[in-house]
Nanobody, 129 residues
Framework: QFEPVESGGGLVHPGGSLRLSCAVSKFTGGLYTIGWFRQAPGKEREGVACITNGPGTPYYEDSVKGRFTISRDGAENTVYLQMNNLKPEDTAVYYC??????????????????????WGKGTLVTVSS
């Protein structure tokens, strides 16, 4: 029942890079996915990328393919979002969501519901000159 905790947000220039972290409780067991989502002021939350702690394939939204990379550490307690070539339209509060499922396709993509069982409180990313 513990919330994931995001960190790493801040101010970056267009074209710059930033790495976000999502810390998952060490007491979390079983298979799950971590999804990165973002929400800009006045807009609804949208998906960014997803990774599982099992053998499933990561998922990326078209808007970030080739620029963002999602990964996890060996201990599977932290998930990272490496963001390169940042654009002003990437400005948003970024959230990670824990979902108790074995596949990112349950959460993201054509058949995904873009939900989570537990949400973090978010970290702000601002891309501006």
């Amino acid at each position: 029942q513990f919330e994931p905790v995001e960190s790493g947000g801040g101010l970056v220039h267009p074209g710059g890079s930033l790495r976000l972290s999502c810390a998952v409780s060490k007491f979390t067991g079983g298979l799950y996915t971590i999804g990165w989502f973002r929400q800009a002021p006045g807009k609804e939350r949208e998906g960014v990328a997803c990774i599982t702690n099992g053998p499933g394939t990561p998922y990326y939204e078209d808007s970030v393919k080739g620029r963002f990379t999602i990964s996890r550490d060996g201990a599977e307690n932290t998930v990272y979002l490496q963001m390169n070539n940042l654009k002003p339209e990437d400005t948003a509060v970024y959230y990670c969501g824990l979902r108790r499922t074995s596949s990112c396709t349950v959460v993201f993509g054509p058949l995904g519901d873009y939900g989570a069982d537990t949400w973090g409180k978010g970290t702000l990313v601002t891309v501006s000159s």
